[in-house]
């Protein structure tokens, strides 16, 4: 009974899936379900809501859009915008793709927040928070460490975005090592990285120039999920 409960939603959560907007070939004559954008990113939907405007005429001021619609034969630009007119149906379709935008952006908002809240108090070792709201109870020193030296470096202000996926990456060349600092979100986990990865690129050899004694590569990797858009801390990776 068990298997054919987990088939019924595996196939059901596909469905979904393929009901997912892939274009806005229809969006003039059918109104857009919700459900329809629910697996897709800002930049997705901010495309489809663009296509509605070229398939209307509309010039973008935007190159890389005025380019992308244009390889399309169905586009012919009216070359002023204030003559292009939706009808009705379309204009309910932009609304759905606006407060969808508006929603994600403000998820996503509240996402970045939350991790700010966490570094604060990686920053003042508050070990009492860090359990009770994030789940998150350090292993060892070096854990303790290496996370405070990632929370140090990073800039959560900075996050850059492509569909769902955000990072942040610092990449430090001290003269002896590379040491990479990040955080990446991607969909349902997020992930913050210390990777210890190799020497200097100005270190052609361990020799009497450099005091440099070589030593291992390593990895902390501090993972997190989401539910309900609040993150709680799920496992240390270590490598190395």
């Known amino acids: ?38 697996f897709l990113s800002i930049d997705e939907i901010r495309l489809l809501t663009n296509e509605i405007f070229a398939r209307n005429g509309y010039q973008f001021e935007n190159s890389r859009f005025q380019d992308f619609f244009e390889e399309k034969s169905w586009y012919k630009s009216k070359n ?101 600092y990040s955080v990446t979100i991607e969909n349902e986990r997020i992930s913050i990285l210390y990777n210890f990865m190799n020497s200097s690129e100005i270190i052609k050899d361990l020799d009497i120039y450099t005091d440099y004694q070589s030593e291992g590569e390593h990895l902390y990797n501090w993972q997190f999920d989401i539910k309900n858009n609040k993150i709680n801390f799920i496992r240390l990776a270590v490598a190395g």
């Open 1 to 38: 009974m068990k298997n054919y409960i987990f088939i019924f939603f595996t196939l059901l959560s596909l469905n979904v899936k393929a009901q997912t907007l892939k274009d806005c070939s229809t969006c003039a004559t059918q109104l857009i379900k919700s459900e329809q954008t629910k």
């Open 80 to 180: 002023n915008n204030k003559s292009v007119v939706y009808n009705e149906i379309e204009k309910k379709n932009i609304k759905l793709f606006q407060d969808k935008t508006k929603q994600l952006k403000n998820n996503r908002k509240e996402l970045v927040d939350q991790i700010k809240i966490f570094k604060n108090y990686v920053l003042e070792n508050d070990k009492v928070n860090l359990q009770k709201l994030f789940n998150y109870k350090a292993e060892d020193k070096y854990d303790t460490e290496y996370l405070l030296s990632v929370m140090k470096k990073i800039d959560l202000d900075d996050i850059n975005w492509y569909k769902n996926v955000g990072i942040h990456k610092v990449l430090v060349d001290n003269g002896f090592v590379i040491i990479e």
